[in-house]
């Protein structure tokens, strides 16, 4: 198993960057697929980006793609989602999970851990 912890949140402008990060601790990170979700209110959490166990293969959704980037350090057990030109409807909670599926799912419930999540609030 594993446990996620993000962290990186928080309020800005418009056209600003943040960099998320997600601390995983357990015996199943390095052979874990990575994904970042994001729900914003009265919505479904939908995937935004995903990584796989090496780091070699990544994959966008495209309301993100170009603006968005993932990337995994093994070492440390951390995963990060870099977020540039901020738009509003960014705005959301946003969570770090693990998935033991081949490829780079792209579905909620392919995911086996969750962390808590991160707000992030972009304002126009």
């Known amino acids: 198993q594993v446990q996620l912890v993000e962290s990186g949140g928080g309020l800005v402008q418009a056209g600003d960057s943040l960099r998320l990060s997600c601390a995983a601790s357990g015996r199943t990170f390095k052979s874990s697929v990575m994904g970042w979700f994001r729900q914003a209110p009265g919505k479904v959490r939908l995937f935004v980006a995903g990584?796989?166990?090496?780091?070699?293969?990544?994959s966008y959704a495209d309301s993100v793609k170009g603006r968005f980037t993932i990337s995994r350090d093994n070492a440390t057990n951390t995963v990060y989602l870099h977020l540039n030109s901020l738009k509003p409807e960014d705005t959301a909670v946003y969570y770090c999970?693990?998935?033991?599926?081949?490829?780079?799912?792209?579905?909620?419930?392919?995911?086996?851990?969750w962390g808590q999540g991160t707000q992030v609030t972009v304002s126009s």
């Open positions: 999970a693990a998935a033991l599926r081949d490829g780079i799912p792209t579905r909620s419930y392919d995911y086996y851990a």
């Open positions: 990584i796989s166990r090496n780091g070699d293969t990544t």
